[in-house]
């Protein structure tokens, strides 16, 4: 049954986001707004106190490229599954606005299936032994592994006095660095899950942004003329 848990926190994560949602939607909307703008602002001023103390002091911070590129890896994991709340993927739907408005609809929730797919299978391939299919392994078998192994990340390691305080290992562990992982596929495949039941009930028509360039030249099309 310990295989299992990392399984029980997900759903837990994605049963209490839509507990909050349902009773406070506006405050869930600002809360993933402010934490993807928090993680590149981090990524910003690391990168900039970096430059400086690299360029002229001659001198700098050892962990800050590897502590940039998992802020860097947070940011894309945590901010895919807004995108697709708000309808922002990049996509091409020429093709399938020419069918009719029934098949359109159905090849839309398709598209939103085939997401949900994705997430489960990046999150664990090993129920695709059910079809016949060879694979294992996934987000959750990858990060259980961290976990258990215990092993440090290369250059970022704790001050000190945490150390001290709290007796931890010298270097931070991988798998506090990479619970985004399976954490952010559950969001994703959940807002995709939440895309599909939208273009079911009729209230959005695509998991992806449709006619995004479209939409800007019509809401700027009297800018040159003023």
Same mark, same amino acid.
């Given at each position: 049954m =310990?295989?299992?848990?990392p399984?029980?926190?997900?759903?837990?994560?994605i *049963?209490?986001?839509w507990?909050? #949602? %349902?009773?406070s939607p506006?405050? &869930?909307?600002?809360?993933? #707004?402010?934490?993807?703008?928090?993680?590149?602002?981090?990524?910003?001023?690391?990168s900039?106190?970096q430059?400086i103390? %690299?360029? *002229?002091?001659?001198? *700098?911070?050892?962990?800050a490229?590897?502590?940039? %590129?998992i802020?860097?890896?947070?940011?894309?994991?945590f901010?895919m599954?807004?995108?697709?709340?708000?309808?922002?993927h990049?996509?091409?739907?020429?093709?399938?606005r020419?069918?009719?408005?029934?098949?359109?609809?159905?090849?839309?929730i398709?598209?939103a299936?085939?997401?949900?797919?994705?997430?489960?299978?990046?999150?664990s391939?090993?129920?695709? #032994?059910?079809?016949?299919?060879?694979?294992?392994?996934?987000?959750?078998?990858?990060? =259980?592994k961290?976990?258990?192994l215990g092993?440090?990340l290369d250059?970022?390691?704790y001050?000190?006095?945490v150390?001290?305080?709290?007796g931890v290992?010298?270097? &931070?562990?991988?798998?506090?660095?990479?619970?985004?992982l399976?954490?952010?596929?559950?969001?994703?495949?959940?807002?995709?899950?939440?895309?599909?039941?939208?273009?079911?009930?009729?209230? %959005?028509?695509l998991?992806?942004a *449709?006619?995004?360039?479209?939409?800007?030249?019509? #809401?700027?099309?009297d800018?040159l003329?003023?």
């Amino acid at each position: 049954m =310990s295989q299992y848990w990392p399984y029980l926190g997900m759903a837990i994560i994605i *049963g209490l986001l839509w507990l909050w #949602e %349902r009773r406070s939607p506006d405050m &869930v909307n600002r809360f993933e #707004e402010n934490a993807i703008a928090v993680l590149l602002a981090l990524i910003t001023l690391v990168s900039f106190v970096q430059v400086i103390a %690299r360029y *002229g002091f001659n001198t *700098g911070w050892g962990g800050a490229l590897e502590f940039t %590129r998992i802020l860097f890896a947070w940011m894309i994991l945590f901010g895919m599954s807004y995108a697709v709340k708000i309808g922002s993927h990049l996509g091409v739907d020429a093709f399938i606005r020419l069918l009719p408005k029934p098949l359109f609809r159905a090849v839309a929730i398709f598209g939103a299936l085939c997401a949900v797919l994705y997430a489960a299978m990046l999150i664990s391939a090993t129920w695709l #032994e059910f079809f016949g299919a060879s694979s294992k392994g996934g987000a959750v078998d990858y990060w =259980s592994k961290m976990f258990k192994l215990g092993i440090g990340l290369d250059d970022l390691r704790y001050p000190e006095w945490v150390q001290n305080a709290l007796g931890v290992q010298e270097r &931070v562990q991988r798998w506090i660095a990479y619970l985004i992982l399976p954490v952010g596929l559950a969001l994703f495949g959940f807002r995709a899950l939440q895309a599909m039941g939208e273009i079911w009930r009729g209230e %959005r028509e695509l998991v992806i942004a *449709g006619h995004e360039a479209e939409e800007l030249v019509a #809401e700027n099309k009297d800018v040159l003329k003023d």
